[in-house]
């Protein structure tokens, strides 16, 4: 999940913005740290969650979690029943002072009813989390770089990614694998940045911009081929705030980033594209002034 993220050039704030699962869970679930995660249903529905908000199939992660826990001695009848325990008291804080020093086991009655009560809340949450992930996935999932009908090129876009708040430290993105393919051929022979496309190409270019517009970088590359990695890097003030790594397919690819310009961005913004070793092929630069309504 992590590779298909870094990928799609979707930070993992912007993941935990659209799933509601703490930073710290989605770290733990991308370095495999399952000690780091809550038992049973709910590590799995950060899975799933996390999964589909990338637009891949969850269900070969899932099993390779479920052997790891049965690994780590989870999934036995001793752990099902300490976690109805742990619903249980969840729901009804009360029944932890009723608790004396030693609990006999519990009848099936009692058994019968945790089970009802947790599948009634796993219920709940799963679909609070369907809710939030189908309400924010359009503003934070990465589309997959798509064939266009025109056979001279075709287009790679990198999807809006929120921009952190100016306070704030950026978090840099993991890279991709290393492409160990030569990039002298790459170069960038029409760029520009404006308020979005038309037909694939560029419309409303500018160079000054208001709080609150979604602002385009467009390039035209040639000379690449599969396999080869365009970077579009965002700079407030010289401060980095978002970087796309966009795949190449071809000899005439057309690609671009989106940003959303939020309150408190007002000043100079310089966007870079970049080969996958460094080397600068287009540069534009625009200002952002102050939303006065």
Do not use: N
């Amino acid at each position: 999940m992590r590779r298909a993220r870094a990928a799609r050039g979707v930070t993992l704030e912007a993941v935990s913005d659209g799933t509601r699962i703490a930073l710290r869970h989605l770290e733990a679930l991308e370095r495999s740290d399952l000690d780091a995660l809550p038992a049973g249903p709910f590590g799995k529905g950060y899975v799933r969650a996390y999964a589909k908000l990338l637009g891949i199939d969850p269900e070969p992660i899932l099993e390779a979690y479920r052997l790891r826990e049965r690994q780590r001695g989870f999934g036995t009848a001793e752990e099902e029943h300490r976690l109805l325990e742990q619903l249980s008291h969840l729901v009804d804080p009360r029944a932890e002072r009723k608790r004396g020093p030693a609990l006999s086991p519990p009848r099936p009655a009692r058994v019968i009813a945790f089970a009802a009560l947790a599948f009634v809340v796993l219920a709940v949450l799963g679909a609070l989390g369907w809710f939030l992930i189908r309400a924010q996935a359009p503003q934070t999932a990465a589309a997959t770089p798509q064939p266009q009908p025109a056979p001279e090129a075709t287009e790679t876009v990198a999807a809006p990614v929120p921009t952190p708040a100016p306070a704030a430290a950026a978090r840099p993105t993991p890279r991709p694998p290393a492409v160990r393919l030569s990039t002298d051929a790459l170069q960038v022979s029409d760029h520009g940045v404006g308020t979005g496309l038309v037909e694939h190409r560029l419309v409303g270019r500018a160079d000054l911009f208001a709080e609150g517009t979604h602002v385009s970088f467009w390039t035209l590359v040639l000379g690449g081929q599969p396999g080869y990695v365009i970077r579009h890097v965002w700079f407030q003030e010289g401060r980095a705030v978002m970087r796309a790594d966009l795949p190449i397919g071809g000899a005439h690819w057309r690609t671009y980033s989106r940003l959303l310009l939020p309150r408190g961005s007002a000043g100079r913004w310089t966007v870079e594209a970049r080969t996958s070793d460094g080397r600068l092929l287009a540069r534009d630069e625009f200002l952002c002034e102050p939303d006065r309504r």
